[in-house]
């Protein structure tokens, strides 16, 4: 019988914070692009894609890169889990 691990990690995207109610949307992480790179943690590397919540700056993991990083073994649907099967 196969197992499923379901204690597992995802990738945040924009659209993974749509369920919040409308009064809390408030708090709702802000994903931005920046012209130039910024050190933001936990990265050991200048980053142009980052997220500000409460004020400060996090790194935003881009799905296309660790796609073409992966030369397609990795999918963004998997990582998201926007795509359930390409998950399993």
Not at 6 to 17: F, G, K, P
Not at 30 to 53: D, F, N
């Amino acid at each position: 019988m196969p197992n499923i691990d379901a204690d597992t990690h995802l990738i945040e995207t924009a659209d993974i914070w749509d369920h919040l109610d409308a009064a809390d949307r408030i708090h709702r992480p802000q994903p931005i692009e920046l012209e130039q790179g910024v050190m933001v943690p936990p990265i050991a590397r200048p980053m142009k894609s980052v997220w500000v919540i409460d004020g400060q700056l996090y790194a935003r993991t881009n799905l296309q890169m660790i796609e073409e990083f992966s030369k397609g073994q990795i999918k963004p649907g998997a990582l998201a889990m926007t795509d359930p099967d390409e998950r399993l």
